[in-house]
């Protein structure tokens, strides 16, 4: 996936359960979230995308939601792209505060844990609600092992 990414030069961030993840917060996820800015441009790299992983770009609650979701059952994955996520003011603000992580020689922008932790509680659903507490604890252990010892 990581390297689709990079083929394709896809403009998007990692967000969710996943991006959580891998900051070590001990969540699990089925698919994997990403913000981006749905673009011309970058809609036809969605779709190149979703061709590098032989995988279909669905609109499932089209016309309703600008989602996408790229999937391919046959591998068991499902990717989704949103350009609007519930807490994030942008694309642009969110990438701002993102880190950048090497995977297998190509790089994956990741959402920060307090970006993930405010569309989390701004979405408000009951499986987001779940993990805000785990999501804060990671966060505070994180500070607390970034702090200088004395």
Do not use: C
């Not at 969110?94 to 190509?106: T, V």
């Amino acid at each position: 996936m990581v390297a689709a990414l990079a083929a394709t030069r896809l403009e998007a961030v990692l967000i969710g359960n996943a991006a959580a993840a891998i900051q070590g917060a001990p969540v699990t996820t089925v698919d994997f979230d990403f913000m981006f800015p749905a673009t011309p441009v970058n809609l036809a790299k969605l779709k190149r995308f979703a061709g590098h992983l032989e995988a279909l770009v669905l609109r499932p609650y089209y016309p309703v939601s600008a989602f996408y979701r790229v999937m391919n059952d046959d591998r068991g994955l499902q990717v989704d792209f949103m350009p609007v996520i519930h807490g994030i003011k942008s694309f642009n603000s969110l990438r701002s505060r993102a880190g950048k992580l090497e995977l297998a020689g190509h790089s994956l922008w990741v959402a920060s844990l307090p970006d993930i932790i405010a569309s989390k509680r701004a979405a408000a659903r009951p499986r987001d609600l779940a993990v805000l507490e785990v999501l804060e604890k990671t966060l505070r252990e994180k500070k607390r092992q970034a702090m200088p010892r004395a």
